[in-house]
């Protein structure tokens, strides 16, 4: 039994860095990997910035950036995601709702379920 979950945990693991593609409002195509339990974990708010902190970019933006990666599923650096944080904290809201919702999954489903893309659904009008 613990040695067949291990096995499936370690071929599941495997999948999280192929790179999804997914297009964001106002940005177009980005590319992200799906976000592990450790990354979850990562973007719970665990406290508030000092009063008046000019450097202080929250904790949505450093968590999304970890999400984000290049066409071949590779993160971007340290030193690539300082430069980003501070853009992606200065974004609306449907930017972060894009990225974190194709990292786990859950705009290639709501896009699945919207009216007409079932293959049951007629194409043509009945208007």
Do not use: W
């Not at 973007?43 to 000019?54: E, L, T």
């Not at 968590?63 to 944080?85: N, P, Y």
């Amino acid at each position: 039994m613990i040695d067949d979950l291990i096995a499936r945990l370690r071929v599941s693991a495997a999948t999280v860095a192929s790179p999804i593609l997914v297009e964001v409002p106002g940005l177009g195509a980005l590319y992200v990997r799906k976000r592990t339990v450790k990354e979850f974990e990562d973007m719970a708010i665990v406290g508030k910035p000092k009063d008046g902190d000019p450097e202080y970019s929250g904790v949505f933006a450093s968590s999304i950036v970890r999400l984000l990666c290049d066409e071949t599923g590779k993160r971007f650096t340290v030193q690539q995601e300082a430069v980003l944080i501070p853009l992606l904290a200065k974004q609306p809201e449907a930017v972060f709702h894009a990225i974190v919702d194709a990292s786990d999954g859950t705009a290639a489903k709501q896009k699945a379920e919207e009216p007409g893309n079932s293959p049951s659904v007629s194409s043509s009008s009945t208007s």
